[in-house]
């Protein structure tokens, strides 16, 4: 979406604005999509919630997972606040967040979302934003730029992203549970 968000040139492009800007060049035929749908970072149920994090009318294909390592705690969970601790103490993830000023209450090594890009862990615990909270609960979906940070916290992790979360309203992720 950006490479480079301070970035001055072609400013109206920037963002989800240069995923239109491709799409029409290739309508135009002056150019040909090819998108990348394989993964062999994030395991198959990691992929497929990255893949809700869009809104459908954008279009991007389905992604495919071809890490099939089975470790025992594989997949998208929420945890209550109450456990993350427990959490944290039995699976070590890299916890990420927002920004600095969320996340104070935990005692935790955060990563701000931004700052892990192109980085890959194990696992990663995410402090979720209102907004991604509304995703979760509701099935609101996120506005471009909020979407695109929430896409590369979840998919740093290989095999389990676990989302701090009291009340799961609509959510059909499990809970897990010390």
């Not at 990563?111 to 209102?130: C, D, H, M, Q, W």
């Not at 909270?133 to 471009?144: N, P, R, T, Y």
């Not at 695109?148 to 998919?155: C, D, E, G, K, R």
Request: aromatic content about 12%; some cysteine.
């Amino acid at each position: 979406m950006s490479t480079n968000p301070r970035g001055q040139k072609n400013k109206k492009y920037a963002y989800a604005a240069a995923i239109e800007w491709f799409r029409n060049r290739e309508t135009s035929g002056l150019l040909r999509i090819n998108y990348s749908s394989v993964t062999h970072r994030c395991q198959a149920e990691i992929a497929s919630f990255s893949d809700t994090i869009f809104d459908a009318t954008w279009g991007f294909p389905e992604t495919t997972s071809e890490n099939n390592v089975c470790t025992g705690h594989d997949g998208v969970f929420l945890v209550s606040r109450k456990y993350v601790d427990d959490y944290v103490a039995s699976f070590q993830p890299q916890c990420l967040r927002h920004s600095i000023s969320s996340g104070k209450e935990y005692s935790l090594d955060f990563l701000n979302f931004k700052v892990s890009k192109g980085a890959t862990y194990e696992r990663v615990l995410i402090l979720p934003t209102v907004n991604i909270e509304s995703f979760l609960k509701k099935g609101i979906h996120l506005e471009a730029t909020s979407a695109a940070s929430f896409y590369v916290a979840v998919t740093r992790a290989k095999q389990s992203v676990a989302i701090v979360l009291d009340k799961p309203g609509d959510s059909k992720l499990p809970y897990w549970y010390p």
